[in-house]
């Protein structure tokens, strides 16, 4: 089961990202529209084509054991899905008074999570699965060590994280909680 | 010879910027997610080696604030210096306040961040302040605490214009030590401080023109309104989120 994770600054750049791979076992998800694709394997177009419409399983009948690629796991197809739910954090984050919206958004086999600091960095999730008791935990781990971050003078605010450390404390506090 | 090994303190800086050298090639997909990707190990190790004793500021406990305060009088002589400093670089008083302001807003993004991270950090149900009126309180009471250790003096609502709220300070900290020329009476200091209010309001997503203005009285020779002017887009927001 694989967790996406991008912290956006106040104007929507990204500052950092994470793909972590879960250990813990994946709940299986039935997508309709998966069984009435036809077959658009020789367009170049079908790895976007079978994730939009839902199909999980375009390339994972390979082999058994190996991390999936293609349908919902594409690179572009994560990011697509992560914009998309910006515009429903941002509706929410006027509404609710928590810094934590679980499942503010659903796509296909992907429930989007975010967190929103008050600095106005947004912190984004995508997972497969529920898991908010641990989700919590992690936001509020990366939550931490993105103030650290920030109150470096030598970091300016709303570029980049580059510092290794930080990235290595975000993979330590994945593997802990998702 | 003084430049061939950096010095110990600037490590984080040294150490971030060698190690993503390698990273910044734009190889990787161009979509508004890419990311270079994160610097590896090796970097990590190369902290280790530059400041054995020096713990990172990843390991350093945020909540350590006792024994943490600045003295008055280090901070008079900073805040001197950050003045004569801008002064030699502007041209005009409106330009200097503007600087000041620059200054106070860098401050001001990682004083709301630290604060509510304090605050709320160990929080089950963390929470931001969404509504005007918390956030306006929250400025004049908790960010002057954090700040100046004390609360503002007043908060008010410009009768005349409803999008302008003034928090004043009868004596400002930060210009206790300060007599301004004759010939600058226009001048606050204060401007500074208006740069702080500004960015907290900002990231709470409450978009404001903050500004500092002398307003003396007979009792307080420095009492000063930090003005602020919300933007149209703030009150609209709360006229239909009532």
Redesign the interface.
């Known amino acids: 089961m694989s967790h996406h994770l991008?912290l956006l600054s106040?104007s929507?750049t990204?500052?950092?990202?994470?793909t972590h791979q879960s250990t813990k076992p994946v709940p299986t998800v039935t997508s309709p529209l998966a069984s009435n694709l036809p077959t658009w394997s020789t367009s170049a177009f079908a790895g976007t084509l079978t994730a939009l419409s839902g199909a999980s399983s375009a390339t994972q009948h390979t082999t058994s054991g190996a991390v999936r690629v293609g349908g919902g796991q594409d690179?572009?197809v994560?990011?697509m899905i992560?914009?998309a739910s910006l515009d429903v954090i941002e509706d929410e984050?006027?509404?609710?008074?928590?810094?934590?919206l679980k499942s503010v958004d659903k796509f296909n086999e992907w429930t989007v999570s975010a967190f929103?600091?008050?600095?106005?960095?947004k912190f984004v999730l995508l997972h497969e699965g529920k898991n908010d008791e641990g989700i919590?935990a992690f936001f509020?781990d990366v939550?931490?060590?993105?103030?650290?971050?920030?109150?470096?003078p030598?970091h300016t605010?709303h570029t980049?994280i580059?510092?290794?450390?930080?990235?290595?404390?975000v993979r330590a506090s994945a593997r802990k909680y998702l | 010879m003084a430049y061939a090994q950096p010095h110990p303190r600037l490590s984080?800086?040294s150490?971030?910027s060698l190690?993503?050298v390698d990273?910044l090639s734009p190889t990787t997909?161009s979509?508004?997610?890419?990311?270079?990707s994160?610097?590896?190990?090796?970097?990590?190790a190369s902290?280790v080696k530059a400041g054995p004793n020096r713990p990172?500021?990843?390991e350093?406990n945020?909540n350590k604030t006792r024994g943490a305060e600045v003295s008055g009088a280090a901070f008079a002589f900073l805040f001197s210096e950050i003045v004569q400093y801008t002064q030699k670089r502007v041209s005009g008083i409106n330009d200097l306040e503007r600087q000041l302001n620059t200054l106070g807003y860098?401050i001001g993004?990682?004083v709301?961040?630290?604060?509510?991270?304090r605050a709320?950090?160990s929080s089950?149900?963390?929470?931001?302040?969404?509504?005007l009126i918390s956030v306006l309180m929250m400025v004049h009471t908790q960010v002057w605490k954090a700040v100046f250790g004390k609360p503002a003096d007043a908060i008010e609502r410009s009768v005349e214009n409803p999008d302008e709220y003034m928090i004043i300070d009868n004596d400002p900290p930060i210009e206790r030590h300060i007599s301004v020329p004759r010939d600058m009476s226009q001048l606050s200091c204060s401007s500074f401080t208006a740069g702080i209010v500004e960015a907290v309001l900002?990231?709470?997503?409450f978009p404001a023109r903050v500004t500092a203005h002398n307003t003396p009285n007979p009792q307080f020779p420095n009492r000063t309104t930090i003005l602020i002017k919300l933007e149209k887009s703030v009150l609209d927001?709360e006229e239909l989120?009532k």
């Open positions: 991008f106040p929507d990204p500052l950092y990202s994470l690179r572009h994560i990011q992560a914009n984050m006027h509404k609710q008074n928590l810094m934590y929103v600091t008050p600095g106005n960095m919590r509020m939550w931490e060590l993105y103030v650290k971050t920030l109150v470096n030598f605010a980049t580059r510092s290794s450390v930080f990235d290595t404390r | 984080v800086v150490n971030s190690s993503s990273h997909s979509t508004r997610f890419s990311l270079p994160a610097p590896s190990l090796h970097g990590a902290i990172n500021i990843y350093r945020l860098r993004t990682r709301i961040e630290l604060m509510v991270w709320e950090g089950k149900t963390p929470k931001r302040e969404i509504k900002d990231g709470l997503s927001r989120l």
